[in-house]
Each structure stands twice: as C-alpha cells, then as structure tokens.
C-alpha cells in the first residue's frame, strides 16, 4: 500500500511540474514579437505619426516582469495588438542613462529613475505598465503583474478611448465582450 502511494504521489508530482513548465512558453525564433523602442523613438515617432505609447515599467531583479515578458509579450493577440496601436517602451526603472524628451532631461536618482518616478507618480511598483495619449500625457498607471486576458482588455480600453466613455468594470463585461472577445478565441492561448 505504501509503495502504490508512494507512487502514486510520485506521478502527481510529475505532472504537476510538467504543467507548470509548458504554462510558461519560451518564443521560439521567427515568432512575432512586439516592436519595443526608446521612450526617446518612441516620442518621436508620436510627432510623426501619432499614437498612444505604452510603457512597460520594469528592473532586472523583477521576477514578475520576467514572467510578464514570457507569458504576455509573447501571445500573438496582444503581438499584433500593440504593434498595431502602441508605440510600444520598455523603460529600466533603475536606468542609468539621462533621458531628454522635448526639452527636459530626466536622470538616474541612485536607485529609481526620476522619468520612471514620475510616470509611476512616486509609487515604485514592478512591473507597472504605464499608458500615455498620443501628446505623452499620462493616461493611467496599472501596477502588477498582468495575464494575457487582462492585459488585452486593460489595453483595448486605453487604446479605444473607452476610458472616456465608461468605467472598466462596464467595459470588460459589455463592450469589450461585444468588441473584442468574440473574435479571439482563446487570448490566455501562449501562456
């Protein structure tokens, strides 16, 4: 009876580890991937061509961010989806480098970034993904660690204006239902 349990606790083990390494996919080469600049390209490709910015807010030490860049910048649904609405950052929230965009020079305080500082308006929280409007006017800060789904639904909020006309909590069980849900048929699929 022992040997049967051991067993069969064995086996569970197993396959649990296995489902927890396939959850988290690594890109294989040739998969899309989302077209990440500077926030300094990024501004200058807004005065050209004007778009909303996305700014994915991180450090190297942050386990979350990695997960989030495996798990969620690598579904193909949101891929497409930024590429298309977002000019798209990722910003080192621990960065040495000066930044300058349209005359201001934001630098490294130590040990946070002042640009980093100001869009996450002083709460230092990673990952925090960051939304501006096509004049790099803060939209809103979402702090934490995003799933595929939630990310995709917080993004076509912010990129639709939906945010605008009406809160996120109508959004996600109405328009987005109506707008978005219908045609992906799995969003979480590339986890």
């Excluded at 989302?34 to 942050?62: G, L, N, R, S």
Aim: with cysteine.
């Amino acid at each position: 009876m022992k040997t049967l349990l051991t067993f069969l606790l064995t086996v569970c083990i197993g396959i649990a580890g296995v489902g927890f390494t396939t959850a988290i996919k690594e890109p294989k080469p040739g998969d899309k991937k989302i077209k990440w600049m500077t926030i300094q390209e990024a501004f200058a490709a807004t005065q050209k061509k004007p778009k909303k910015i996305f700014v994915d807010v991180y450090t190297d030490w942050c386990g979350w961010c990695k997960v989030m860049d495996r798990n969620t910048f690598t579904n193909p649904y949101i891929v497409d989806f930024m590429n298309e609405n977002y000019y798209s950052v990722k910003l080192d929230a621990e960065g040495k480098e000066d930044i300058t965009l349209g005359g201001r020079t934001y630098k490294s305080l130590g040990n946070v970034h002042e640009l980093a500082a100001a869009m996450l308006q002083g709460k230092m929280s990673y990952p925090t993904t960051v939304y501006l409007n096509e004049k790099m006017e803060l939209i809103q800060p979402v702090p934490g660690y995003l799933e595929p789904r939630m990310f995709h639904q917080i993004t076509t909020y912010f990129a639709g204006n939906f945010h605008t006309k009406e809160s996120f909590d109508q959004y996600k069980v109405g328009t987005y239902v109506k707008e978005f849900q219908a045609k992906l048929p799995n969003p979480s699929a590339g986890q």
